[in-house]
């Protein structure tokens, strides 16, 4: 009796870990993006940089842009007096995917000063490193 009671209690408490686990997965995801969306409003690129793993590939329309190729990107849509939009997150959901990936998905949106806006739809694949969840994938 007191060993199922113990196994019992084991389960309970792994099913307990991991449900800790996805909700640190979820928080920690959604405050690398919102991280991502305070560098961009400031400018920092270089910061923005560290975001990407270094194996990142971004899928468009234009096809497969690689993370050197996004980073240059970035700074040429960044230069100093433009306005390169105020970009928030929502209706984000994070999965995740097993201990070191995870999958998020929700709406962006870049606001300019003029009034005008571009909402995308986009998905994100992360790895966790030992520098925290680093984007490898991200298609919109």
Do not use: C
Not at 23 to 43: C, F, P, R, V
Not at 55 to 83: H, M, N
Not at 89 to 95: E, F, Q
Request: zero cysteines.
């Amino acid at each position: 009796m007191i060993k199922a009671v113990l196994n019992i209690a084991i389960v309970l408490m792994l099913v307990a870990g991991s449900q800790l686990a996805h909700a640190d997965t979820q928080s920690e995801i959604k405050s690398a993006l919102d991280y991502y969306a305070e560098m961009w409003n400031e400018g920092d690129i270089d910061a923005l940089s560290s975001y990407y793993h270094q194996d990142f590939v971004l899928l468009t329309d234009r096809g497969v842009i690689s993370s050197g190729q996004r980073v240059d990107d970035l700074k040429s849509l960044t230069k100093a007096g433009e306005d390169r939009g105020e970009l928030s997150y929502s209706d984000l959901t994070v999965k995740a995917l097993e201990q070191e990936h995870a999958v998020a998905y929700g709406s962006l949106e870049l606001k300019f000063k003029d009034g005008s806006s571009i909402k995308a739809w986009f998905s994100t694949i992360y790895r966790k490193t030992p520098f925290g969840w680093k984007a490898i994938l991200t298609h919109n």
